[in-house]
């Protein structure tokens, strides 16, 4: 069965620099992987997906993760830190559509 | 569209109440799912539905947990009679099945209900 490991519960950066969240995953198969951002008192937004198909996917609001499959990684990055990218990131690994397992999340802090 | 709806988004209830949450899938969308979020457990799957059918409801806490499909754009999750561990964000989400696609579609998350039992 797959999974997925989100690396850090927590990660705080400056506004302008660069953001990197950590995610790896285990799958049987070749699975899709997605980024999800959760904002306070809000539902799951999708930032990106990867379905097999560029291993480097570009996302909303100038996010982009990378496949890599030797190293079974999918980690999220995005050039400068805006002050509204504070928020709850989820990395999801799916095998099919009844299945998505969700890592524990990464909560994004961006400091003035 | 208008996405995913969810209703209530507050609810307040005492120990004993029967709750009813509702949602409202994205038409077209074939897949309905129920979770639950809480600060210890993070996100759980519930239930979730294939064709207003239920599939899967191995991750429903216990029987006083029950959820209801009855047409393709209508959903409930009842929780009778609650308890205050029972509170919770709970999350619908729907997708659909792409013939031929990749391994797994998106999943469109409601804005959810905030539960909380006295």
Known sequence: ?112 | DAGVIQSPRHEVTEMGQEVTLRCKPISGHDYLFWYRQTMMRGLELLIYFNNNVPIDDSGMPEDRFSAKMPNASFSTLKIQPSEPRDSAVYFCASSFFLAGGPRGNEQFFGPGTRLTVL
């Open chain 1, 1 to 112: 069965a797959q999974s997925v490991t989100q690396l850090d519960s927590h990660v705080s950066v400056s506004e302008g620099t660069p953001v990197l969240l950590r995610c790896n995953y285990s799958s049987s198969y070749s699975p899709s992987l997605f980024w999800y951002v959760q904002h306070p008192n809000k539902g799951l937004q999708l930032l990106l997906k990867y379905t097999s198909a560029a291993t480097l996917v570009k996302g909303i609001n100038g996010f982009e993760a990378e496949f890599k499959k030797s190293e079974t990684s999918f980690h999220l990055t995005k050039p400068s830190a805006h002050m509204s990218d504070a928020a709850e990131y989820f990395c999801v690994v799916s095998e099919s559509n009844n299945d998505m397992r969700f890592g524990a999340g990464t909560r994004l802090t961006v400091k003035p």
